[in-house]
């Protein structure tokens, strides 16, 4: 893709664009007119070009990008090569994510280290080249997607609260760095919401999840998507270092 074949349209890079949540920003980028440039973390066409017919996508919509952000020199060279193709990036989600649970007692250092590196060190190998190169274009959207259990805990997530609470003071920090060029940087918190990374949970155990949230119910990844559109929306122009919580309730921070 030639920056020629895209110059009609605002660019937004998307992490973890093909699982559960990212696949619901990918749709309401498309829908919205944007040009995606979707991350898996493995070069797979077969996997990709699925993903495009189960969803109703057109392919050239995208460019996929295959980048294992847990290794960081060789995901960062990809990305600049990569941004460095197109006049403008308007928008960065970043919604890659893992989660290696275990009691704090049990857990070995490879679960802390795997889920710090792909949560949390991940975002400076994609934020930096896309940050340095929205200072300047004099502005840019970054929405970084944390968790309710980064805002309050949770048992056997210690390396998952602490990446997620982290990603919420990065955006806090970098929202100063990028406010007088126009760039804005802000986290959306999901609570449990139907993907994959919750779809394997016993049905016993999802029964006494839903009684302590207070809707009832889990989120839909749309409704995720939505609140991403809101911060890379017109109207969200003035809105920075914020972090939005959807999450029917359950945690009010
Ligand atoms: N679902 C929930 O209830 C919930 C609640 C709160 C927060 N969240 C957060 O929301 C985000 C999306 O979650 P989801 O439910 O949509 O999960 P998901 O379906 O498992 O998607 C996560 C994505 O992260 C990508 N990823 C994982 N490791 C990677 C690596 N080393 N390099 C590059 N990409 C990598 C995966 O890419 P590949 O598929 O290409 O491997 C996957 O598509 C995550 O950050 C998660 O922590 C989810």
């Given at each position: 893709m030639s920056k020629s074949d895209v110059s009609d349209k605002k660019v937004a890079l998307v992490t973890g664009a093909l699982g559960g949540i990212g696949t619901a920003i990918c749709e309401k980028l498309v829908t919205s007119g944007y040009h995606v440039i979707a991350t898996l973390s493995q070069e797979d066409p077969e996997r990709t070009k699925k993903w495009c017919e189960d969803n109703g996508?057109?392919?050239?919509n995208f460019e996929f990008l295959a980048v294992?952000?847990?290794?960081h020199e060789t995901a960062m060279a990809a990305i600049q090569q990569t941004i460095d193709?197109?006049?403008?990036?308007?928008a960065l989600i970043n919604g890659a994510g893992i989660t290696r649970d275990s009691s704090f007692k049990k857990m070995s250092f490879a679960q802390w280290q795997q889920v710090i590196e792909t949560n949390l060190t991940s975002l400076y190998t994609i934020v930096h080249p896309v940050f340095v190169k929205m200072l300047e274009q004099k502005t840019g959207r970054i929405v970084n997607i944390s968790s309710i259990n980064g805002l309050r805990g949770q048992y056997g997530q210690t390396n998952y609260s602490a990446a997620k609470a982290g990603i919420i003071g990065f955006t806090k920090a970098l929202a100063y760095e990028g406010a007088s060029s126009s760039v804005t940087a802000n986290v959306v918190a999901p609570g449990y919401t139907y993907t994959p990374m919750v779809e394997s949970v016993p049905e016993h155990i999802m029964d006494k999840i839903k009684e302590t949230i207070p809707m009832s119910r889990l989120a839909s990844a749309k409704e995720i998507a939505a609140a991403c559109m809101y911060l890379i929306?017109?109207?969200?122009?003035?809105?920075?270092g914020e972090t939005i919580s959807v999450n029917g309730g359950q945690y009010m921070s």
């Open positions: 996508f057109d392919s050239n294992d952000l847990s290794n193709k197109y006049d403008s990036i308007y929306s017109e109207d969200a122009i003035f809105v920075t």
